[in-house]
């Protein structure tokens, strides 16, 4: 009898335990996670570890599938990241020939008056000072106007002639000697060995000096050639995201600072360098457009080609300029060159005006050839310079 109840108050006392213990971690539950569960919301609860699970499933330790999910093996892979599409630049021959209906819009306005002064039935001398006038408006500038008037005066003498044909062709014919048919006006972008060729852009803010790097590195891309940005422009807070933009653009990557006001030299040292890592073709350094007038940053100028040049060659050194300005762009032509060697000059912003004559002036007045014209504010709208493309432009066919 005594071992009865021994064995009774066993039992009681053991599944009183149990009890405790299954209450306890019922009551823990909610704390741990107290996001509701499906079970719940619909009033049902079902014994821990076997929720979802049918009985077959539960009595052999597997995991039944549940409704409207897919099997493993059948669920969609995630998609692959899409890298951004490259565009694929035209090459840079014969762009001046495609823009040319652009150009002629532009100057055809000094073509025309200048061809009614020709052929109009009377030449004096009235008439020849309107002509000089004509073309001093047009920027060419007073010595280059006086010349082309003198030249043309005898040639029309000479010939006899008003017909518009033949006053236009000895037009045409003073124009290209004045522009210059025989410089040399390639870009030299061939390496040197296991260096790339280095090209510094220079000039005044405004002027369209950065997107004139991407857009020169963008035709130079279509010319077959790998090319790399060095974004030294680091007072312009824009000027290199603005950079960063065309080289993802046009598959050219980008050297920059990753602070304003860093040191330009040493982001052109950088660029360099990183361009002989990568063994590009050319490394194309846009500087800041610092005002001509301040000594110091002139000075900068020149250290920056300095220490470029301990490592690489500077093939170039190509000074934007803004077509408009005129006797203003002169000025600041004068203070790049004595500073750090202008090998030749970009004009921007050529179309809509009918001062074509800067191109003459220009390369009068630094002794360089006008290499690269700007007609437009397009990616593909930077064209290598063709003086008879552009003289046709404005006389005619």
Avoid: Y
């Avoid at 920059?256 to 990183?274: I, K, Q, T, W, Y």
Wanted: glycine share 12%; with cysteine.
């Amino acid at each position: 009898m005594e071992l009865l109840i021994i064995i009774l108050v066993v039992v009681v006392v053991l599944g009183g335990a149990g009890t405790t213990l299954l209450v306890r971690s019922r009551r823990r539950g909610p704390s741990l996670d107290r996001t509701p569960r499906s079970d719940q919301a619909v009033g049902t609860e079902q014994a821990p570890g076997a929720a979802g699970t049918s009985p077959a499933a539960a009595a052999t330790g597997t995991a039944e599938p549940q409704v409207g999910a897919l099997p493993p093996e059948v669920a969609a892979p995630p998609p692959a990241p899409v890298a951004p599409e490259v565009e694929k630049p035209p090459p840079s021959a014969g762009r001046l020939a495609r823009l040319r209906g652009r150009l002629a819009r532009s100057q055809s306005a000094l073509g025309g008056v200048l061809l009614s002064l020709l052929s109009s039935g009377r030449l004096d001398d009235e008439t020849w000072d309107e002509i000089e006038e004509t073309l001093i408006t047009a920027d060419m500038g007073v010595a280059p106007a006086r010349q082309v008037v003198e030249d043309l005066r005898t040639e029309v003498k000479v010939a006899g002639t008003r017909d518009p044909e033949e006053v236009r062709s000895l037009l045409k014919g003073e124009l290209l000697t004045q522009v210059g048919t025989d410089m040399d006006r390639s870009l030299h972008s061939a390496r040197h060995g296991d260096r790339p060729a280095v090209m510094l852009v220079v000039g005044v803010n405004g002027t369209g000096k950065t997107t004139t790097c991407a857009k020169l590195a963008r035709a130079l891309i279509g010319d077959g050639k790998s090319v790399l940005l060095g974004a030294a422009d680091t007072f312009r807070a824009a000027a290199a995201d603005q950079l960063q933009t065309w080289g993802d653009r046009v598959g050219a990557p980008v050297v920059r600072s990753d602070r304003e006001g860093a040191d330009p030299a040493s982001v052109a040292f950088d660029a360099v360098n990183e361009g002989i890592q990568r063994d590009v073709d050319v490394v194309i350094v846009d500087t800041a457009g610092r005002l001509h007038t301040k000594a110091g940053l002139m000075d900068e100028l020149g250290k920056i080609k300095r220490v470029i040049s301990r490592h690489a060659t500077v093939d170039e050194v190509l000074l934007v300029l803004d077509a408009t300005t005129g006797q203003n762009g002169l000025r600041q032509g004068r203070v790049f060159a004595e500073v750090v060697d202008v090998t030749g000059v970009v004009l921007t912003k050529l179309d809509g005006t009918a001062k074509g004559g800067i191109v003459i002036a220009v390369q009068r007045e630094l002794g360089v050839p006008v290499k690269l014209v700007g007609l437009g504010e397009g990616p593909d709208d930077l064209a290598p310079f063709d003086p008879e493309t552009f003289v046709d432009a404005i006389v005619g066919n």
